[in-house]
């Protein structure tokens, strides 16, 4: 049982003077807990002795643990705990008497082993905020199993709108399950602390994958429920909203995402194709909607003779939504992410920013991720 010795602090944030006890692993716990470190909070990230799984999930290794790992747990302290045994647990029970929040995502039944139980909890440290981060919820048919991020893509319907028409359902590039789930997390913390600056007391803040998931389904989940129609598979092109789709240019592509018959007529002016604007099956958005594939082909046919990187800056300076499509590189080292601080780096860390700026207590790297304790 060691810790790791408490590095220099940097400014304070919004968030100073909370104490957080993290016993999460993997992606959406970590993810939650950063966020509150990143804004001051004092975040303790308790591992077992073999460490969260994530440590070991690469290459690349960078300082002995995976990029994986480094990007999800910057801004906290580090200690290992093994809760088999009971100093360990004695431990526990005196970090919580000094803790403002509790996150955790242990299988069901867990805690309660270990003598930190629901009741316990609420009867021991009345005023915590537990949050619970689960798979499915502790109840209800699938209440207790285990979630990960994929498989609730797949459960949850998201994977039934991702892809091309004539292909497969289609995982989401990133853990957007996982990520989401992080940021419910954060919001229902946030709620509950709020709340007991009134009551005086904590409480539970239930998080699952699954519900998560659900609810990042929009507008998809509102025609189903509206319609009892069944989403299809679009590829990158908007159920409703037409055009709102890549398009190829003599450079590369380009996403145009054209919400309003204003835009859509500065478009067709700027392209030279103003006389789309008064073809009747290009009036409105649903008339577009009902043409997209002959207006595709209409757009690309003037689209191919322009440079992509001029076109952009242009239309997106006269009002036209729109954006090259760029690979990773080009996004993180886009002059727009340099200036607003969208990359942070310290030494051999290096991580993507945080992504709410406060006027008076911005968010800052002042904790590299722990390394496991010996």
């Known amino acids: 049982m060691t810790t790791e010795p408490e590095q220099p602090i940097a400014p304070k944030g919004a968030l100073h003077g909370l104490k957080v006890v993290d016993l999460t692993r993997v992606l959406a716990g970590p993810y939650c807990t950063q966020i509150l470190g990143d804004h001051g909070a004092d975040v303790l990230k308790v591992e077992a002795p073999q460490g969260d799984e994530t440590r070991r999930w690469g290459p690349p290794f960078i300082d002995g643990s995976a990029a994986y790992f480094m990007g999800v747990n910057r801004n906290k302290r580090g200690m290992v705990l093994d809760f088999n045994e009971e100093d360990a647990r004695t431990t526990l029970a005196g970090l919580l008497k000094g803790a403002d929040v509790l996150v955790e995502n242990f299988k069901a039944g867990t805690l309660d082993r270990w003598g930190f139980g629901r009741e316990v909890l609420e009867k021991e440290y009345p005023g915590l905020v537990h949050c619970r981060i689960t798979g499915f919820g502790d109840d209800g048919p699938h209440g207790g199993l285990p979630g990960y991020d994929a498989a609730v893509q797949a459960m949850t319907g998201l994977m039934s709108i991702n892809g091309e028409p004539d292909a497969e359902p289609l995982r989401a590039g990133v853990p957007v399950v996982d990520l989401v789930?992080?940021?419910?997390?954060?919001?229902?913390?946030?709620?509950?602390?709020?709340?007991?600056?009134?009551?005086?007391?904590?409480?539970?803040?239930?998080?699952?994958?699954?519900?998560?998931?659900?609810?990042?389904?929009?507008?998809?989940?509102?025609?189903?429920?509206?319609?009892?129609?069944?989403?299809?598979?679009?590829?990158?092109?908007?159920?409703?909203?037409?055009?709102?789709?890549?398009?190829?240019?003599?450079?590369?592509?380009?996403?145009?995402a054209v919400g309003s018959d204003r835009q859509f007529a500065k478009l067709c002016e700027m392209i030279g194709l103003p006389g789309l604007v008064s073809d009747e099956r290009f009036t409105t958005n649903a008339e577009r909607g009902r043409h997209r594939d002959v207006l595709k082909c209409e757009l690309e046919t003037a689209l191919a003779g322009l440079e992509v990187d001029i076109l952009a800056d242009r239309l997106i300076r006269n009002g036209v939504p729109c954006a090259p499509v760029f690979n990773l590189a080009q996004a993180l080292n886009h002059p727009q992410a340099q200036h607003r601080h969208m990359v942070w780096h310290d030494g051999t860390y290096r991580g993507v920013g945080a992504p709410v700026r406060l006027s008076r207590s911005p968010a800052s790297l002042r904790l590299k991720p722990p390394k496991l304790a010996d």
């Open 181 to 256: 789930t992080g940021l419910n997390a954060v919001i229902g913390i946030l709620l509950a602390l709020q709340e007991r600056a009134i009551s005086g007391q904590g409480q539970l803040v239930d998080v699952s994958l699954f519900d998560s998931g659900l609810s990042v389904l929009h507008p998809h989940s509102a025609n189903y429920l509206f319609t009892g129609d069944l989403p299809a598979r679009t590829g990158n092109a908007h159920p409703n909203i037409t055009p709102y789709d890549t398009f190829e240019t003599a450079t590369g592509p380009i996403f145009l």
